[in-house]
């Protein structure tokens, strides 16, 4: 049965901060590549206070798929915390990834990546593949029934959400802000959707630099890019980073406004 979902004392009294979002604090892009015209893709880095001297927020994406595994041994040997945007098809289809991920809840931490993996986009269209929500009604569904997915299989409720596909309608955006939740965007977009050859993510994580929020996915085993994603964070621990995860954070401690270095 799925658990109900409200947002916590913390989320609402983040509302007003989220309800400010500052100006060019998300890029638009244009048609190509997946009619994104329009829409928004929001730009995150932590805040300047937490991010000296190299400290970085690595966040992978669990799209409906399988469990990268390689990627998960590398982050529990070497004790880096990460957090994991966790759509509800993934945590129904990976009972045995979620279990290993929950048996090391000192550096995983689980947040909403959506019910069912539909894009906070209005109107008829399909964004890399993917069937828009379509209105409002199905963008708070989508965002609520990802959160008691995340609770009901973890126990804590989420304070961060990040669209499938990363992208939102204006007015979705501003819907999900009003609902208290925090939106979760990036920095470094290090494998394009596990679409990069694992050199070319290997080379954008290692190279991060403070503050960065680093958005990777978890849930492709078989491609290369999760080879890179362990070779970029092999890097960034000989260069001395400091790991945290957003589960840790409120909205005060990052910044919509600075986007991408």
Not at 32 to 54: C, N, T, V
Not at 206 to 227: C, E, F, T
Not at 228 to 253: E, Q
Request: contains cysteine; glycine residues 14%; hydrophobic residues 50%.
């Amino acid at each position: 049965m799925r658990a109900s979902f409200a947002p916590s004392r913390r989320m609402l009294l983040a509302a007003p901060a989220l309800l400010a979002w500052p100006a060019g604090a998300a890029g638009a892009r244009g048609e190509g590549g997946g009619g994104l015209a329009g829409l928004i893709e929001p730009r995150m880095r932590l805040a300047a206070s937490l991010s000296a001297p190299l400290t970085v927020a690595l966040t992978l994406d669990a799209c409906p798929g399988a469990f990268d595994g390689r990627i998960a041994s590398a982050l529990i040997e070497g004790r880096v915390p990460a957090t994991i945007f966790a759509s509800g098809p993934w945590l129904r289809r990976n009972p045995d990834a979620l279990a290993l991920l929950l048996a090391h809840r000192d550096l995983f931490g689980i947040q909403n990546h959506g019910a069912a993996h539909v894009p906070p986009v209005l109107g008829e269209r399909r964004i890399f593949g993917l069937a828009a929500a379509g209105d409002l009604e199905a963008v708070r569904a989508e965002v609520v029934g990802g959160a008691a997915d995340v609770e009901a299989a973890t126990g804590v409720p989420p304070r961060w959400y990040r669209a499938a596909a990363g992208f939102y309608s204006p007015a979705a955006l501003a819907a999900v802000r009003r609902m208290g939740v925090a939106i979760a965007g990036f920095s470094v977009n290090a494998d394009q959707g596990a679409s990069l050859p694992a050199a070319a993510v290997a080379a954008r994580i290692g190279g991060a630099k403070a503050g960065d929020v680093i958005v990777a996915h978890i849930n492709q085993p078989h491609r290369a890019s999760g080879l890179g994603v362990v070779a970029g964070i092999a890097a960034l621990r000989r260069r001395g980073a400091r790991f945290i995860r957003l589960g840790d954070l409120g909205v005060a401690d990052v910044d919509y406004r600075r986007g991408p270095a």
